[in-house]
């Protein structure tokens, strides 16, 4: 049993992971009133005061297109916060586990991403991301960090809820067909994310023991798809399970979407080492948004008014 620090409880991952951890220990849950990643004072006063031997960061700047006017409020958050917190876990002896994203790569491979290649990001949040990275590695810190990519689930923003709700308003969608990626629940995630602790705290030597492992994670769902072919998918499970009508979607390419924030054409990750050092196999996407799904079929109203 330990004392574990999780920042960002009502964000889609954060929210996940309050149920998750709640079994391996003393869990204090922060949201942006009780711990304000732009305060560095506040960072640093909580971190002490609770003298975590894990500090879980589920919180982050996820604006994408806001971020490119926000550059500072981007990096206070997603850059310079995960630094603090790694130095202030340096010095009580604690871990940190922090997320990140895919989109630190540029995609410009033909093939998944692996951890070690070169991280060139094409917008402002991909660049915070990295350098938020960089900032936990330079720490000195224990620490595991995973990269994941398009989470969605149940609650708050996502491309999921605006593929539901806009198809009740709507009888035409127009979706982006030329970026491609591996859409992730975001309560797989956190149950993979707690099956790494796990493993550790059915060791001695807790944090020795994570020492070893340290390092950048991929951690998201198996196959790829495009905007498009996620969005079809989420909508003939709609139709099968409730018979309604279906809003037409058409693919279109990313110019003619235009965006402040470019976007990586291909950002499918690798899952190889997390397997391999963790023995996690991570689901395929298709199958995560049918148990998303599920759960939405009870509490969402499909058909059109």
């Keep these: 049993m330990i004392r574990i620090l999780l920042v960002g409880k009502n964000g889609q991952i954060g929210w996940e992971l309050q149920r998750t951890l709640s079994a391996l220990g003393e869990l204090i849950a922060t949201d942006r009133q009780s711990l304000d990643l732009a305060n ?4 640093r006063k909580v971190v002490n005061d609770i003298k975590p031997q894990l500090i879980v960061n589920a919180s982050a700047y996820t604006a994408v297109d806001q971020a490119e006017s926000e550059f500072e409020a981007a990096m206070t958050v997603n850059a310079i916060a995960p630094g603090i917190l790694a130095d202030e876990a340096k010095k009580i002896g604690a871990a940190l586990i922090h997320y990140s994203t895919d989109y630190v790569f540029d995609g410009k491979k033909a093939s998944p991403y692996h951890e070690e290649d070169i991280c060139s990001p094409l917008n402002i949040y991909g660049e915070s991301k990295k350098a938020g990275e960089i900032a936990i590695q330079n720490s000195g810190c224990v620490y595991i960090v995973l990269r994941t990519s398009w989470i969605y689930g149940n609650r708050g923003k996502n491309f999921l809820k605006s593929i539901v709700n806009l198809s009740k308003q709507k009888h035409e969608l127009k979706i982006v067909d030329d970026q491609i990626g591996s859409p992730t629940w975001c309560r797989s995630v956190a149950e993979y994310s707690t099956q790494i602790i796990k493993s550790y705290l059915r060791r001695s030597f807790f944090l020795g023991k994570m020492e070893k492992d340290a390092g950048i994670y991929h951690i998201s769902a198996t ?3 495009s905007w498009y072919g996620f969005a079809e998918r989420i909508l003939k499970e709609y139709s099968r399970n409730s018979g309604c009508a279906l809003a037409k979607l058409v693919p279109i390419t990313t110019s003619e979407y235009p965006l ?15 397997n391999k050092v963790f023995g996690i196999k991570m689901p395929a996407w298709e199958d995560m948004l049918t148990m998303c ?3 939405m079929y009870q509490t969402e109203s499909f058909c059109k008014e």
């Design 223 to 225: 196959n790829h798809v």
């Design 293 to 295: 799904l599920s759960e």
């Design 260 to 274: 402040p924030a470019k976007r990586p054409k291909y950002t499918v990750l690798s899952n190889d080492k997390i």
């Design 40 to 43: 560095v004072d506040m960072i």
